[in-house]
């Protein structure tokens, strides 16, 4: 078991180096020396820019300091932008976002507070809404009820995302009145209505997948074997069904946390939370370079380590997986 | 065998000739009667989609079509013949409230909504098609050599889609769309960084599949009858498992039109022409207008969701038809 989680986290090394080199291609290498300019802004001095610069680094070669090993010795040759980006990512260094000069991982944590209060109960309600209407269909299959259900949720999902936000806030907030436009002076109430237009929206997609899941399950021999020991319906369902649909469940869950730290990019938006969603389309918006790396490092970090746990939660919940 | 099964074409014991999956699939696939009609409306898009692109309709939907008042309201919502004092009205003015034009009614400018989601079509199904297609173009050769080939090769593509993968995809998406808006004109940007970033779980299904195949029989004959490397897996393994891209296709489709919406909105999206995502996004503003404005954001929506919607059944009807293990069970 420990052997497996050893040899496991050193297979997340690889994949970390990956996120960093990705991440620097895309927000070192290819804007190239653009970037400084255009956070100098367009009245800027070239000593302005050649500031910025050296601020963020880019005064430095991409890959390897050749020039410095010359005067500094052969570690001066790390003394380039690549290996930058990897220390200060490796240590939670983040640079300071040139919006607003404030240092990116404050932003961050004052950010996730607000993200996780949409998101997890957004998360929590679609994904118990989902199981049981998704078992309640797979155990009535072929019938109105599952036809009639199915269509439905690919009748949700083929709606797009901003139609859900857009309508709904026109009608609950606007025209009705029933919840607050936007949370900023209501900090629970605000939540109410972004939350049910992200359930209303994810629940289809979701009640398919887990069909798919338990309709692999309804037919087993054991289902069979508890109906003729005299279990009732809803007790096999729940009980004998769910657990054993439990790794594909599992699976989708862990890999879900992550982005729940993410929060919703639209959903901040359009109801003017606070979080780490906003924030991310305000940098898009801003060109906010340090932010969105940030950003994308750690949520990939986060998503790394989730991996990881399914893997180890899957040896928990099915001892029929030996981990060889 | 039940005797149901006997009045079924597929199930009779000595078949006359021998069928392919495809044929098979097919036969299966149009017994679905709402499968069926879809892929008539799956045809009736593509019909006007090609309309649409060689400029017989909707070229002038930048023209104002009404110049007394901006947003006029579609016609069809107010198919009257008299006006509010009782007055009829003459056949000329009948004529101009049923105008095609103003079925859907106009936008800010006069410009005909009708028109402009025909023509927003152009931009949404260019985009998810060529986003579609490079997908598939990287993730199906570097799924067939993963799997085939195995060892250090394979290692290197699985672990380039773990990598890519372990991004958050929207963040992905933005970073490549933000950045290759410098270097590429217009929608390009769109669907090369949609492309490049979403060929992952293609990617991930065809190298399972090849796994699966590689060490077949049928492979190692045309090992036997010297087939090179690149013949087994263009000629023999790729056609094995093209039925998963043509799946995995209709339904990558529609994500594409749907991310295009949210990029729209992120204003990554197209600039000059419409879109039906720079459609849906100008619907922000116009709700909130009084009396306000929903047309341009119904018809915009209603061409995504029926698109999205016959694509989405059309396609796991294709699923179902084209997998041979669920042949005993529909």
Known sequence: ?324 | MTSTDTDTPLRSPIPAKGRSLWTDAWLRFRRRKLAMAMLWIIGLYALLAAIVFSGLIAADWDQPVVTSEFYERPAWSRLVVADAQGNALTKNEQYRKIAPELWFGTDIFGQSVLRKTLYGARISLTVALLASLLSIAIGVPMGAIAGYCGGLVDEIIVWLYSTLSSIPGFLLILAFAFVLRERLPGITAVYVALGVTSWVGLCRLIRGEVLKHKNRDYVAAAKVYGASQSRIILRHIVPNVSHLILTDFSLRFVGFIHAEVILSYLGLGPKEEPSWGTMINEAKLELTRNPSVWWQLAAATAAVLFLSLALNIAGDAMRDALDPKLKHVA
Request: aromatic letters at 12%; charged letters at 15%; hydrophobic letters at 55%.
């Open chain 1, 1 to 324: 078991m420990w052997a497996y989680i050893v040899r496991r986290l050193l297979y997340t090394i690889p994949i970390v180096f990956g996120v960093l080199l990705i991440t620097f291609i895309l927000f070192n290498v290819v804007p190239g020396g653009s970037q400084a300019s255009e956070m100098a802004g367009k009245a800027a001095s070239a000593e302005n820019i050649a500031e910025i610069k050296k601020e963020y680094g880019w005064d430095k070669p991409l890959l390897i300091n050749l020039n410095a090993v010359g005067e500094h010795g052969i570690l001066a040759a790390f003394d380039s932008q690549f290996f930058h980006h990897f220390k200060n990512a490796a240590s939670f260094n983040f640079k300071r976002s040139h919006k607003t000069r404030e240092n990116i991982l404050d932003m961050l944590i004052r950010g996730a507070p607000y993200s996780l209060a949409l998101t997890v109960p957004m998360f929590l309600l679609t994904l118990s809404i989902a199981v049981c209407i998704a078992l309640t269909v797979a155990f009535a299959r072929g019938t109105a009820w599952d036809v009639g259900i199915v269509f439905l949720c690919v009748f949700g999902m083929s709606l797009p995302y901003l139609a859900y936000i857009l309508l709904g806030q026109y009608f609950f907030a606007f025209k009705l009145g029933w919840f607050p436009i936007t949370s900023h002076d209501h900090r629970w109430l605000g939540l109410v209505l972004p939350i049910l237009i992200g359930v209303t929206a994810g629940v289809g997609g979701d009640v398919r997948f887990y069909r798919t899941v338990m309709l692999d399950e309804m037919n087993a021999d054991y289902v069979r074997t508890a109906y003729a020991k005299g279990v009732t319906t809803p007790r096999a369902l729940f009980v004998h069904v769910l657990k054993n649909a439990m790794i594909p469940v599992i699976t989708r869950v862990v890999l879900a946390i992550p982005f729940l730290f993410l929060g919703s990019l639209l959903l901040e938006r359009f109801f003017g939370i606070p979080g780490l969603g906003d924030m991310t389309i305000s940098a898009i918006n801003g060109r906010d370079f340090p932010v969105i790396s940030a950003m994308t490092f750690i949520i990939s970090i986060l998503f790394v380590l989730g991996n990881l746990a399914t893997d180890i939660c899957y040896s928990i919940v099915d001892p029929r997986i030996t981990l060889s």
